[in-house]
């Protein structure tokens, strides 16, 4: 059995967002090497640092949460608002949705699952000072968003994540705030 691998904040590659007005950091990807029109699901974080629209994702499904700065108001289709200024409160849409931004501050920074619709479904869970417990078997990925944690493959800071592999079992305990993401593939 493996214990899956860690990610390091400082191995995070900046690029450009599909709609080129904002910087992403992708954590995980399946399957891997999948492109963004073929990738199954993905876990992504962003800089968003002005009123740039979000790209949109036809037939995915995305998850989104807050996890630094000020947050920004989110206006869906011209209708729905929803403002994302709490962080560590997972925040679901369509992606097919035009999302206009407005920032509640300064530049934002924040974490999201997206799920290829009909293909898979999941979603992201908060770990706030978890007791040492088992990997749940859909279990794709946790992100530390301050604190630390132990994980099978080792410790993780602020910022770093464990993919756990799909074979990963033993304790997890967090001492801080995580963001735990589960997917299961469509049968």
Known sequence: MSAGRLLRA???????????????????????????DDFLWRVSLADVVGAAPFSRFPGVDRTIVLIDGAGFRMTLDGAQVHDLTTPCVPFAFPGEAGVAVALAGGPTRDFNLMLRRGRATGGIEV?????????????????????????PAGDLGPGDSWLPGGTATGPVGIDGVALAVRVVAAG
Do not use: F, K, S, Y
Request: net charge negative; proline share 12%; hydrophobic share 40%.
């Open 10 to 36: 400082e191995q995070l590659q900046p690029v450009p967002w599909r709609n080129g007005q904002g910087i992403t950091r992708e954590l995980a990807v399946m399957p891997p090497g999948a492109g963004m």
């Open 127 to 151: 770990w706030n000072d978890t007791a040492t417990q088992a990997v749940p078997p859909d279990l794709v990925l946790l992100h530390l968003v301050h604190g630390c944690a132990r994980t």
